[in-house]
């Protein structure tokens, strides 16, 4: 088979997900799983990876696949990043994926880092399985990619709650490295709304100088949800410019609760938070409709951008209404 057909069937075991898992019947299921397992033995690398991949998507649907997964991880021979992609896979299948715990549990000594940071993601959503796991992980606390330290850490919050694990966490997200901010807002944001003891570093993260941990922390706030308002409308109008913006970002996935805070925000002595809080409010749509009256004030800003995303975001909110009617944008409109 040359280049060419093989980028044909990567392009296919990508595409194939999505159109098996909606409104396919299980024939057609069970089929592609079949040449996805097939595929596990492909000469070409991109195939193989993209078929454990691909097979990972499926998650539980993919279960007649754990025992030729782990015959790939088990393969020392193996391409690193084909055996990391058939952790991945195992973890996403589910409890079927439990006869590999033990593989996956030697696979946390490999030197590759892709493996070494796959096998805690695989262990993590194995839950109650990977218990004996858990000293292995430990050690993995210590390790020196970043990734890998914050994908053993979330491995351990989600198998037992462990302390060491929120401290790991805490202290990564308080490096001025930024590579450990970042990755630790990434492997936080697989807990969900279970993170909610992270909200107060996540918070201070929102200020990091970083601005790809700052990001981070942004979107991980929105993950966990309501359990981060609060501490978000106290960011939004406290410390330093780049946290008030990031917190404003936050707010305008967090829903209405947060309005207050941002109308509050376009007040702001930086027009970059006032501006971000304007889009924020914008995204928040009929939700922020409350926010209209000053929303029609934000668009006299002395700042243009300012001006031109509170405009933007009256369109997508709506307009208030008042006992007689719609509030009327007119008398407010930029020079």
């Given amino acids: 088979m040359n280049g060419a057909q093989g980028l044909l069937i990567v392009g296919a075991l990508f595409c194939l997900p999505a159109a098996a898992s909606v409104g396919q019947p299980a024939e057609f299921r069970s089929k592609t799983v079949d040449q996805w397992i097939a595929a596990l033995d492909h000469e070409q690398i991109r195939v193989r990876w993209a078929a454990a991949h691909a097979l990972g998507q499926l998650g539980p649907a993919a279960a007649k696949a754990v025992e030729p997964l782990m015959n790939t991880l088990d393969n020392r021979g193996e391409d690193e990043y084909v055996r990391g992609s058939a952790c991945w896979a195992l973890g996403r299948i589910g409890p079927a994926a439990e006869p590999a715990v033990g593989l996956l549990i030697e696979t946390l000594q490999s030197k590759h880092t892709s493996v070494r940071r796959n096998a805690p993601i695989a262990l993590g959503n194995l839950g109650d399985a990977a218990r004996p796991a858990a000293a292995s992980l430990a050690e993995l606390l210590d390790d020196e990619d970043a990734r890998v330290r914050a994908a053993a850490a979330v491995a ?180």
Avoid: F
């Fill in 156 to 335: 351990l919050w989600k198998i037992d709650s462990y302390a060491s694990a929120a401290a790991t966490l805490e202290k990564m997200l308080a490096a001025r490295d930024g590579d450990d901010a970042y990755h630790a807002t990434v492997a936080i944001r697989a807990l969900g709304a279970a993170a909610e003891p992270m909200v107060p570093a996540l918070v201070e993260a929102l200020g990091h100088p970083d601005p790809d941990a700052a990001r981070g922390a942004a979107k991980t706030l929105v993950r966990i949800g309501p359990a981060a308002v609060t501490a978000a409308c106290r960011a939004v109008t406290s410390g330093e410019p780049g946290m008030r913006r990031q917190a404003a970002h936050a707010l305008g996935s967090l829903g209405r609760a947060g309005v207050g805070s941002l109308v509050d925000a376009l007040k702001d002595e930086s027009p970059v938070v006032r501006r971000t809080a304007a889009r924020a409010l914008g995204r928040l749509g009929p939700d922020a409709v409350e926010a209209v009256p000053a929303l029609l004030e934000a668009v006299n800003d002395s700042h243009r951008e300012v001006r031109d995303e509170a405009a933007r975001a009256l369109a997508l909110v709506g307009p208030a209404r008042g006992p007689t009617g719609p509030t009327s944008p007119q008398s407010a409109r930029p020079d």
